[in-house]
């Protein structure tokens, strides 16, 4: 008995406990997944939202319902509370596509909530109803209670997942699916109809900036970068217009805070201006760049945001992850098979309204009627006596008469009948014929009738649905560049300790957080380690300072005594790059080495030193110069050229030298707007202490230093180059007032940096064609189009004198629509042979 007692407790426990988690568990995940977290790949709505739908499509009537009633008729649908309801309502609502609002429904930008149920309004949109409803193409089951009926799917001709979004999480999966621009959508979609390529980004209300290169067409693993566009009011004030996607004005503003309280950025307050448009104003620190904050902004607060897309979806009743693309080419393969069955159904009724109106004019004109007069027995002898009427016609007919046919042509009031006019019956049988035709016609040619399908929508709906997300691709910004430098170092130099918990020791440096130190010490060795509360580097340490990475001119000028043989050495060097935490020995490697003389040199400096030998030594000159120029510049390990091979008494530096670098080469890349050293877009030229020069298509120029944290707008710029003093400037520019393109040469007088200055007439309208610092520079003006070009060609330095910068100048020519202006060089040809002006 104890057995059996033993046996059915393992029995319980099995088919009990562990049966709820094989089970019950994965029953409700399974309803998560299918019934409330995911969208259909059919209509791209979730259950809530699908029902959401179809109840407003049950109470419309053309007028604007309380959300409060929209949310009590979809519970007859949806079993569970008002809140998910109301919630999924106002999120659709929101997105401003298949929902017309009325009241306070909350900004998506700000966060703000919406008002009560009980105060807003909502119907279905002109749009909704055009793409989102039709009975007789639905798929019906019972609602939860069995007392409704309710879609399976909406019939969806349109992408809405793809317009619309979808955020979702269930158990064990989620899905993100961004939004994309309804016009474009449209557009792919015709492109898939035609069997052509297409490409679609994702577009936000939001606005703001996105840079889609590792989007890869919204799969799983795929990321996006969203930027706030962040404008430079003045030199000390920044303003943001727009939010990223999923993130609020106030979590912005919380995390601009955030920033400034942990010491990455310096602001002096963010005001918060948002009306019916985002504006957030910033005002700096003295002394602050506006550029380096923009970048600090983007790398640490949420005015850039990484999103990574998961689309999943619900195909065949259990979830699928895709790509943009895919769920595309299902929305246009649903959409164009939905087009179809319209069409049938429509050939079905139209073919069934031929028979009957063909019956009808046979009865008529034939007086088949006149047996509804006649004596019968009984009902049914006149119903066989009409349908035998009918036998001498029924190859006029396209199928068989049906017994319910005759019984509709008797319950025609009889003086009906008698007014019934064959020409009009015929008039409308010929009309019937030509919609049947028209029908046929667009079911063999189903793919135009789907592209005229989109056509119409895009007419109709999409002029205010411009894209609103500008894609960019963004540059990577280098987080110790941008970092604000507070965060004191200190050094304890004969103990060997670097570290911020050291306070009682030598303060060296302020750094950032993010920096690495590279220290050296007196037995010859270096480290590079991160800061830290307190690092080891090694005893008795000569120099720290923070380490740059690749920094390719900073030089250490080193003399050092090798250990075993006595022989002292000297060596240049560069660190571009090393093992963090790692210890690097500089000598040859033998003990009792130890370094006599050390110098750390930002441009490449190699100075002079006096070498003082030990008066016990055996030398001839105890006294001599020594020259760090005359050394090359190698790599860390190499060992150095010989000084002397007698004992050192002291090195010191003798006179600073001059840097033995060339100047520094930069280029700008103008797909970022950035200056640069790694070779990236147009060369500028090599450069010490010369400034750069720039030309704004607004009519302004702007004097710079070289300074790689810049920001630059490469849309705007004409014209950027290394700027020469006594250079001659000619441009060209248009006097909109005028209606004519002015030209003028002149000299830059100004010298603040950083400033920029107008150098054409002011007035709206009025901008920047042409600009070049050519000294006899040929503009080649072309108007016109197809064979009436006219090209002319102006030699400036011989037609305009120079003048001051800002003088209106020459009339050039007449303003023309068609008409391009590009300079060229004295000393090439003009094949085309245009007119020639002095």
């Known amino acids: 008995m104890a057995k059996g007692k033993s046996d059915m407790q393992v029995f319980d426990i099995e088919s009990g406990v562990q049966g709820q988690y094989k089970n019950w568990f994965l029953d409700y995940a399974s309803y998560v997944i299918l ?293 595309l080419k299902s929305s246009v393969h649903e959409t164009r098979e ?70 509709k042509l008797t319950e025609k009031p009889v003086r009906r009948i008698y007014r019934l006019d064959i020409k009009e019956l015929n008039e409308q049988i010929l009309q019937i014929e030509e919609n049947i035709r028209e029908v046929e016609h667009n079911l063999d040619n189903l793919t135009d009738f789907a592209v005229a399908y989109y056509e119409n929508l895009l007419k109709k709906y999409g002029k205010e649905r411009t894209r609103k997300t500008a894609i960019k691709e963004f540059d990577t910004i280098q987080v110790k560049q941008v970092a604000i430098a507070n965060t004191k170092l200190y050094i304890n130099r004969a103990e060997g300790f670097i570290g911020t918990g050291l306070k009682k020791d030598e303060l060296f440096c302020e750094c950032s957080d993010y920096d690495d130190i590279i220290a050296f010490t007196k037995g010859g060795a270096m480290k590079v380690v991160k800061v830290a509360d307190k690092v080891f580097i090694g005893k008795d340490i000569i120099h720290a300072a923070v380490f740059r990475k690749n920094d390719e001119r900073t030089t250490y000028n080193m003399i050092y005594v090798d250990g075993k043989t006595g022989i002292s050495y000297a060596k240049r060097f560069n660190v571009t790059g090393v093992t963090r935490d790692k210890e690097y020995d500089l000598t040859k490697g033998e003990e009792r080495s130890k370094v006599h003389y050390f110098s750390a040199n930002a441009n490449g400096e190699a100075e002079s030193v006096r070498v003082v030998l030990s008066p016990a030594s055996t030398a001839r000159i105890k006294e001599f110069d020594f020259y760090f120029e005359e050394l090359e510049i190698k790599g860390r390990s190499s060992i150095g050229n010989q000084v002397t091979k007698y004992s050192v008494k002291s090195i010191r530096m003798k006179e600073a030298g001059r840097s033995t670098l060339a100047g520094i080469k930069l280029w700008f890349d103008d797909k970022f707007g950035r200056l640069n050293t790694e070779g990236k877009g147009k060369y500028l030229g090599t450069f010490e202490d010369e400034k750069i020069i720039l030309f704004n298509k607004n009519g ?117 629509k068609s008409i391009e202006m590009n300079w060229q060089e004295a000393s090439k040809d003009n094949n085309t042979q245009p007119e020639l002006f002095e």
């Open 700 to 816: 302004t120029y702007e004097i710079t230093d070289t300074e790689l944290n810049q920001r630059f707008e490469p849309d705007q710029i004409l014209l950027i180059e290394k700027y020469q003093p006594e250079q001659v400037i000619s441009a060209v520019y248009l006097d909109q007032d005028k209606k004519q393109f002015n030209v003028k040469r002149f000299v830059i007088e100004t010298t603040t940096l950083k400033t920029p200055f107008s150098c054409i007439k002011e007035g709206a309208g009025n901008y920047l064609v042409a600009v070049t610092t050519e000294p006899e520079p040929l503009l080649i003006v072309t108007t016109g189009k197809g064979q009436q070009v006219r090209k002319a060609t102006f030699k400036i330095a011989k037609m305009v004198e120079v003048t001051g910068w800002k003088t209106v100048g020459t009339k050039l020519t007449e303003f023309h």
């Open 338 to 407: 939905l087009l179809k069955l319209e069409l049938e159904i429509k050939l079905g009724e139209l073919q069934d309204k031929w028979h009957f109106t063909s019956l009808e004019k046979i009865f008529f004109e034939e007086k088949i009627y006149k047996e509804l007069e006649e004596k019968h027995a009984t009902w049914e002898t006149v119903l066989e006596a009409i349908e035998k009427g009918f036998a001498p016609y029924k190859k006029k007919l396209k199928r068989p008469i049906e017994r319910t046919d005759i019984l």
């Open 35 to 327: 019934e409330r977290a995911v969208p259909a790949i059919e209509d791209g709505l979730k259950p809530v939202q699908r029902r959401i739908l179809h109840a407003m499509k049950e109470m419309d009537d053309g007028r604007f319902n309380k959300v409060a009633n929209i949310i009590g008729q979809s519970m007859q649908y949806h079993p569970h509370g008002d809140a998910s309801i109301g919630d999924a309502l106002v999120n659709l609502g929101q997105k401003d596509l298949l929902i017309e609002t009325q009241g306070n429904w909350g900004d998506v930008r700000t966060g703000d909530q919406a008002a009560a149920p009980r105060y807003i309004e909502a119907r279905l949109s002109k749009f909704a109803l055009e793409v989102a409803f039709n009975p007789a193409t639905t798929r019906w089951q019972l609602s939860y209670d069995g007392r409704k009926q309710e879609p399976i799917t909406l019939p969806m001709k349109f992408p809405l997942l793809l317009a619309q979004g979808a955020d979702g999480i269930a158990v064990g999966l989620s899905t993100k699916i961004l939004p994309h621009n309804f016009c474009e959508l449209i557009e792919a979609s015709i492109k898939c109809l035609r069997g052509r390529k297409f490409e679609l980004y994702p577009d936000f209300q939001t606005a703001g900036m996105i840079d889609v290169t590792g989007y890869q067409d919204g799969k799983r693993g795929g990321k996006v970068r969203v930027r706030a566009r962040i404008e430079e009011l003045d030199k000390k004030t920044l303003v943001i217009r727009d939010v990223p996607y999923g993130v609020t004005t106030h979590q912005l503003m919380e995390s601009i805070t955030k920033a400034n309280d942990h010491g990455k950025i310096k602001i002096k307050k963010v005001t918060d201006l948002n009306a019916a448009d985002i504006e957030m104003q910033i005002e700096l620190a003295p002394g602050i760049s506006t550029d380096i904050t923009i970048d600090a902004l983007y790398a640490f607060t949420d005015c850039e945001v990484s999103i990574s897309p998961n689309a999943c979806v619900i195909a065949a009743n259990k979830p699928a992850f895709l790509t943009v693309t895919d769920l």
